[in-house]
């Protein structure tokens, strides 16, 4: 696509619920990037994938956070049962992987209540 | 570990002056990556620049330009002539020696930036 697509854009859940935040990164782009931004922070990084491979995943808070990329494109961050503590932006970015330029979705807004 | 600072919180400036936003940043690697990202209201992140290690050369863009001092390890972002557009949250990044899809991004806490009419 012509840009970093995430859904949805906004997420209200319970407390105790699974979910799956969704990033479709632009077309051909290797690497895909997950962020967390809580409210009058930065974004923090969480992991990243080349192609399908998780690289790095040292930023994951705990076990309840995952991420996939089967196929190499689309990515699915999964959160299991959600705490208050979880809400926040989450991003994703994605990039050529042959220099540091990533591009940034509009992020999902997770709200657990 | 890297680390960037960005000690200003909060800036309001009227419209027309000309602001500075400051970023300082810590990494034991001799070669990385400097960002600055705006955040307006709207919420996305806005890619502004992107500047490697080895490159100290100021850099103008229109309004904005960036001062890039490793004797300070900072990297300051100038608006002059501020426009109410320009207000927002601004980020400061470094990212690592490039490695081949090794370019995770460290922020700042950003500054938010209000430009009074």
């Known amino acids: 696509g012509a840009g970093v697509s995430q859904s949805p854009r906004y997420k209200v859940t319970k407390r105790g619920q699974d979910v799956a935040l969704r990033c479709d990164p632009i077309?051909?782009?290797?690497?895909l990037y997950w962020y967390r931004q809580a409210l009058g922070q930065g974004p923090e990084f969480l992991t990243y994938?080349?192609?399908?491979?998780?690289?790095?995943k040292s930023g994951l808070p705990n076990d309840r956070f995952s991420a996939e990329r089967p196929e190499g494109s689309i990515s699915t961050l999964t959160i299991q049962r959600t705490e208050q503590r979880d809400s926040a932006m989450y991003r994703c970015?994605?990039?050529?992987?042959?220099?540091?330029?990533?591009?940034f979705g509009q992020g999902t807004r997770l709200t657990v209540v | 570990a890297q680390k960037v600072t960005q000690a200003q919180t909060e800036i309001s400036v009227v419209e027309k002056e000309d602001v500075t936003l400051d970023c300082v940043y810590e990494?034991?690697?001799?070669?990385?990556?400097l960002f600055w990202y705006k955040q307006p209201p709207s919420g996305e992140l806005v890619f502004l620049i992107r500047r490697n290690s080895f490159d100290e050369q100021n850099e103008i863009s229109g309004r904005y330009s960036w001062n890039f001092q490793k004797s300070t390890s900072s990297f300051n972002f100038t608006i002059t002539a501020s426009q109410v557009v320009d207000s927002a949250v601004y980020f400061c990044a470094l990212s690592e020696a490039f490695n081949f899809g090794n370019e995770k991004l460290t922020f700042g806490t950003g500054t938010r930036l209000t430009i009074i009419p």
């Open positions: 994938f080349n192609y399908e491979a998780q690289q790095d």
């Open positions: 077309s051909g782009h290797v690497s």
């Open positions: 990494t034991r690697d001799t070669t990385y990556y």
């Open positions: 970015a994605s990039s050529q992987g042959r220099g540091p330029e990533a591009f």
